[in-house]
C-alpha cells in the first residue's frame, strides 16, 4: 500500500509517500520560521495561510518526484492535536484528494505519528517500549504495548520540554525557534558556573514540571543585570548550558525510572526536543549503565514531517481502519484514546 501523508499541525508544511512494500519513498518539507520569526512564535492564522499556499505544489512536486501519480493507495493527514487552522488546511486537502482519488484516508495523531517515527530507521526499535514524547506542546512518558496501545506513564504538569527550551530562549535573546539556538550556544558554555534545579526528581512519580526552571532562567538573567549589567555573550552560553543540563538529566532521570517501572529495556524518544544531542547522548550514556538503549529518529524526522504522518496513517489503513467523508480535526486528543489495531481489524470501526 502507496500512502501520501500530510503534516500541517503548526509550522511545517511536511508531505511524504510510504510504501508499506518499499518503505518510505520521498518527502518534502517547508518550514515557516522565517515566517513566524519576526513575531518571535508561531502566529497561528499566519501558519493556516502558508499552509493553503504552500501545501498543494509541495504534494504535486513529491507525487511527481516519487512517480507515483495515480499510484496513491490512501492519504494519512494529521488531525490532531494542533492549530485548529493549520489542521484543518491538511485534513481538507487530504479528504478531498482521497474523494478525488477515490481512495481512503485517515485522520493521523500528531504525537503517534512522533512516537512512530523512529520505526522509520534501519535499526528500528522493536515492541514493546516506553516512549519519552518531548515537542514544542507536549512532554509525556508513554507504555507502548504494540502500535496503538498506548498507556500514559507520566507528563508535564505545566510547561513542555520544547517550550521550556524557547521560552528560555527568549530570555537569553535567541531566536525563534529556540530550542536548537540554546542548544548550539550551550556548545561555548561553562557547565560549572551555574547550576540549575532538576525539578520533581526527589519525589516519586514519572510527572514533570519545567515552568520552575523557566524561572530561574529569568531570575538568572536579572540578578547577572542587576549586579553585572546585561549578559554578555560568555554569560548567555553559560545559562544556556546550565539550562540545557538541567532538562536534559530531569529527563534521563524520568526514563531510567519508567524503565525501571515497567520492566522494559528499550527506549524511544521522539518530538522536537529529541534531536538535541545532549539530551541523546545522556540518555545512551545512562541507559548503557542498566543494559538498556535508546532509539530516536534522524534528525530530520525529530521535528514535524510527513514521512512519520505517512508511515503512522499507513500502519492504520493496513489494518482496514478508515474515516468517513466528515472532516474532522482535534486541538486537544489524548494519546491514550487511539483504538488499538486489533480490535479494528476485527470490527473494521473507524478512527478519530
Ligand atoms: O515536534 P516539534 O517539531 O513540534 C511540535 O510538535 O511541537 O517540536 C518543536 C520543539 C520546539 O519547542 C523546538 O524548540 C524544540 O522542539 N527543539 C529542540 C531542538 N530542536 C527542536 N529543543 C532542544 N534542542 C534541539 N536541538
Ligand atoms: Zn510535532
New binding site residues.
Partial sequence: MRVLGIET??DETGVAVYDDEEGLIGHQLYSQIELHSEYGGVVPELASRDHVRKLIPLIDDLLEQTNSKGLIDGIAYTSGP?LMGALMVGACAGRALAYAWGCPAIGVH??E??LLAPLLEDDAPEFPFVALLV????TQLVEVKALGQYVLLGESLDDAAGEAFDKAAKMLDLDYPGGPNVAKLALSGDLERFTFPRPMCDRPGLDFSFSGLKTHTLVCVRKHAQENGLPDDQTCADIAAAFQEAVADTLVIKCRRALQQTGLKTLVIA??VSANTRLRSKLTEALKKIQSRVFYARHEFC??NGAMIAYAGCQRLLAGQTESLEVSVRARWPLDSLPPLEASEASGEQTA
Fill in positions: 499541525s503548526c494542533g500528531h504525537m505519528g512522533h515537542s514544542g506542546g507536549h518530538g522536537g521535528t514535524d
